[in-house]
């Protein structure tokens, strides 16, 4: 009796289809421009809360990459702060991928990016917000 072996590659790919609730350790042929990213500012007291979401409109757990990105301008300096992840976000959901607070005095300005990835570094969606303290009574 002869045995074949098959590399664990081609054992996944054989068999994805039957285990349809597997969880994907790449996004592969799920669609992951249907991440969408959106930063969310919220002023506590002294403090800036920020959030970093991401919803997957698919049908399919994604992998995504992701960099939450703070600049701050003020009276005494700037400053810059970034945070940077990987995350399975389940399908057909909203998720908190990243959450700050920092001390947002009355002369400082703040610029939030919030980029998400694929696993080869391609842009699949990012969003951007300003806050000035002009802008925190609106």
């Known amino acids: 009796m002869r045995l074949s072996v ?5 054992f996944g790919v054989l068999f994805q289809p ?6 994907p350790r790449r996004n592969g042929n799920s669609n992951p421009s249907s991440c969408e990213a959106k930063v969310e500012m919220r002023k506590e007291g002294k403090f800036l809360v920020i959030l970093g979401h991401c919803h997957n409109a698919s049908p399919v757990p994604v992998w995504v990459r992701y960099e939450l990105r703070t600049d701050r301008r003020g009276s005494s300096g700037s400053s810059h702060n970034a945070q940077a992840g ?3 976000v389940p399908a057909e959901q909203d998720i908190i991928l990243s959450k700050t607070t920092i001390m947002a005095g009355p002369q400082d300005a703040y610029q939030v990016w919030l980029r998400l990835l694929d696993d080869q570094g391609s ?5 951007s917000l300003r806050y000035s303290p002009a802008s925190a009574g609106r």
């Open 6 to 10: 098959l590399p664990l590659a081609a």
């Open 18 to 23: 039957i285990l349809g609730t597997a969880i």
């Open 86 to 88: 990987r995350m399975l």
């Open 123 to 127: 842009p699949i969606s990012d969003d």
